[in-house]
């Protein structure tokens, strides 16, 4: 038999503009669990929706673990596994909380971030995505993005408004539509699918994506066997673009290893062997 492995690279940097660096991530690639958040609003207080949104998530599906009984937060959606689900609820928390304080405090009022989350459960893939923080699939030489970005350009870009070309070039390119903890509740773009040995998932802020086209993604990753180089690649790829952001990255790779009958049969009794 085999068991489905993560291997994964992270990096995050304020860039060559900003003072600040509002990004956060989360990589537990024993949980299968890794976020990405991007801050937004007031003095520092984008740092502190996103470092609370990283901080809430794990700990929420970590709890649900344990207590298989412990309530969603939001309505089940039928179309979508548990895990997924979870993954919607530890979402819509961190949002609950995220508003909370932000109410509490006027220097953190209009405080928000992205997120864009995953988990992987046996071989199928659960996504969770609000703002424009985005997950990227690549599969068999090709880049795929699995994410809609939330935000006011791509809504003119669907509706005709706007060719995809002049995205990057608009004044307003930065408005969301969406994110987490702004309002009190949080609308959270859900996703499945199955994965194959050897996919990469790369889950980023917009910082990246506003230097660093999805073709150069794809170069970067099939230029390297090492996550954690292609993580550090695109990071310095993003500066060297001009760094008007701050940029996060984390690389994940998909792989199978086989497990022996004797490892099969202490996990399940819960003991490793001596």
């Known amino acids: 038999m085999h068991a489905w492995h993560l ?18 991530y989360h990589a537990d690639p024993s949980a299968g669990l890794f976020i990405v958040c991007d801050g937004m609003g007031g003095h520092r207080a984008g ?17 649900a673990e344990t207590d ?14 548990p895990a997924t689900n979870r993954l919607a609820s530890a979402v819509r928390l961190a949002n609950h909380r995220v508003h ?3 109410a509490r405090r006027t220097d953190y009022a209009g405080m928000g971030t992205t997120v864009v989350a995953v988990q992987l459960t046996g071989a199928v893939l659960s996504i969770a995505h609000v703002g424009d923080s985005r997950l990227y699939l690549i599969r068999d030489g090709a880049v795929q993005l699995l994410t809609v970005d939330h935000s006011l350009v791509q809504e003119q870009v669907q509706s005709g408004l706007l060719a ?15 994110a987490v903890g702004v309002h009190p509740l949080v609308d959270v773009a859900l996703g499945e699918m199955a994965v194959l040995p050897g996919d990469i998932l790369l889950l980023c802020s917009d910082g990246l994506t506003a230097g660093v086209s999805a073709d150069v993604i794809l170069r970067v990753t099939q230029e390297s066997a090492d996550p954690q180089a292609m993580a550090d690649r695109l990071i310095a790829l993003s500066n060297a673009a001009g760094g008007t952001d701050n940029a996060t990255v984390i690389v994940a790779l998909v792989t199978q290893r086989s497990t022996s009958l004797w490892t099969r049969i202490y996990t399940q009794l819960g003991s490793p062997p001596a």
């Open 100 to 102: 909370q304080e932000a």
């Open 164 to 178: 995809a070309a002049d995205m990057a070039r608009v004044p307003h390119r930065h408005v969301l539509t969406r």
């Open 68 to 81: 298989r009984s412990l309530p969603l937060i939001g309505a089940s959606r039928p179309e979508f596994s």
């Open 47 to 63: 740092e502190i929706a996103s470092s609370r949104t990283v901080e809430i998530m794990p700990h929420h599906m970590a709890e």
């Open 7 to 24: 291997t994964h690279g992270a990096a995050s940097d304020v860039g060559l503009v900003r003072r600040v660096n509002e990004d956060r």
